[in-house]
């Protein structure tokens, strides 16, 4: 075996295990983008009407990184968390901040909470335990996952029906319903704080 190839096959063996210890970081979270991005968010809780629970939300208060920082979404009733998932990242507008309004219970459906977002508001189904973005679909409002790439459409059957290929459209009482503005999660530093109706709904 001549020098060169020992030295060849020292470099792969080299790469081989500096592959191994990258992907074992990246497996315990060491080196992944959550793992650095986790630390800019800020949390504030609310309580919300009609025993719908306990809010909190975290949200990144840095505007440079806001939009690369997965925020997160969680509803406690009684101890348990019955929404927890991670939504969208995007910034926290500094002057209106994230509205939130609320759609009462209507017969067996909701309560609902809206979390305004100028790239798509997010719903809150309380009774259902959901999540949803609800997105801008060829102007008919869509409901689509609440975190990752947003993802809309469908197809027309032979019949002329309406097939949802991703989300689903936006029905039901919930979709006509005029909520009540509880008030605005706004940034403050390196914190959030909740406003109630601090500035004249806007949308």
Do not use: C, K
């Amino acid at each position: 075996m001549t020098r060169r190839t020992q030295a060849w096959l020292a470099a792969i063996a080299g790469l081989v295990v500096l592959g191994t210890a990258t992907l074992a970081l990246v497996r315990i979270g060491a080196l992944s983008g959550e793992s650095l991005m986790r630390a800019p968010r800020a949390t504030v809780s609310l309580d919300l009407p009609e025993r719908g629970g306990r809010l909190v939300l975290a949200l990144a208060t840095n505007p440079t990184l806001a939009p690369y920082v997965a925020r997160h979404v969680a509803v406690e009733r009684a101890g348990q968390r019955i929404i927890d998932t991670p939504l969208f990242p995007a910034p926290v507008d500094s002057r209106f901040g994230l509205a939130l309004t609320w759609i009462p219970a209507m017969g067996r459906a909701g309560p609902w909470l809206v979390l305004a977002d100028p790239t798509g508001d997010i719903l809150l189904d309380l009774r259902g335990f959901t999540a949803w973005r609800v997105l801008d679909h060829g102007g008919r409002a869509w409901l689509a996952a609440p975190s990752g790439v947003a993802a809309a459409g469908h197809v027309i059957d032979a019949d002329g029906a309406l097939v949802p290929t991703q989300g689903r459209p936006f029905a039901g009482p919930a979709a006509d319903a005029v909520g009540v503005l509880l008030g605005r999660v706004l940034p403050d530093g390196d914190r959030l704080v909740f406003l109630a109706e601090a500035v004249p709904e806007t949308r």
